[in-house]
């Protein structure tokens, strides 16, 4: 019998009647380009069964909404949760007095105001010293060389560990990104060994006590937390701050400058930077689903989901619904109100990092656009299924190359 998703009748023959997009998807096609998929599975099984990936896929932007409000209907705090089966419990893993216990600590020097006045100079400093050193070369792989170092050193700035190595700090989130994402396609997973360095150095960083540091701060706090809930934190930390903060400046790079048109209209209107970022988040989030599992048997949308099922969000599918955003698949950096979108999470779980993602894309994308005749020379399409960006975005600036002259310069 077919329990999980509410139906008496036999399991796959349900799922292909009931659920025949959701019944057809592969963790490839999730991978590579999910966006036709998730475009049909929208217009007809907007709550779909996917047996690929053994539970819901809720892909409209109305539920999509439902579920993340609703944390007594839809939890995280669940032994299945992927991140938690790779660090531990934490704020991404518990619900109620609990999260709040693990969250507020960390949150408290994110909020707007104070992520302005802690944050921007360093930010700007660092874009600059980045762009200063990628500058005289004329050009630069963008992920690797400005999105991924600007986010490890912000990271490493935010929670006190600024004299760790950058390559050693961006090994250890690699890997953290690995396992969750493992798990998530059901490849397995488990605990990276990096997972123990990120420890030590964590436990190191409190016992020098620096005031300037987080986690001094957040061993300080009330809410008590042990070690062990730090180091979970710190790791949830490296996620928001480190993989998708670089995942969507690459992103909004790629597209500004695969969009000629919209590029030019940046150019003409610094103002419409903020925007051209915020459609960018829309278009390709960087973190693409988020997981919740059902508290007790509930309707969503046409579909019974019964106790215990997972359900997993879209953000990909939901902030390209057209009930909200006229023409979704189109990149339009005058598009009034692409902040609808849903990239930073909704609810309880609403990234508190937000306003400093937010800031460095901003502030990479204005460095970026002072090079001269800055222009793409070769990049790979955005893949991942939770966590989405190119593997390279190859880029050139300064007057064309002439490859007579310059042997080996990348053409278009």
Known sequence: MYRAAGYPLTGRNVVRVRFPIGASATIEELEADPHPLLARLRATEPVSWLPALGGWLVTRHDLALEVMRDAKAYTVDDPRFSTAQVIGASMLSLDGAMHTRHREPFARPFRPAETRTRFTAFVEAEVDRLAAALTPAGRAELRSEFAGPLAVSVVAEALGLGDADALTIRSWYEALVVAVSDITAGRGGGTPEAYAMLRARVEAAIADGSPSSLLTGVAGQPEGLTTTEVVANTAVLMFGGIDTTEGMITN??????????????????????????EESARLEPAASVIDRYAVEELALGDARVAKGDLVRVSIAAANRDPAVFAEPDRYDVRRVGAGRHLSFAHGPHFCFGAHLARLETGTALRALLRLPDLRLTRAAEPRGLVFRKPAAVHVQWGPPVDRRTRPGAFTL
């Open 252 to 277: 909004a790079a790629l597209h500004l400058l695969t969009h000629p048109d919209q590029l030019a209209l940046v150019r003409a209107e610094p103002g419409l930077l903020a925007n051209a970022v």
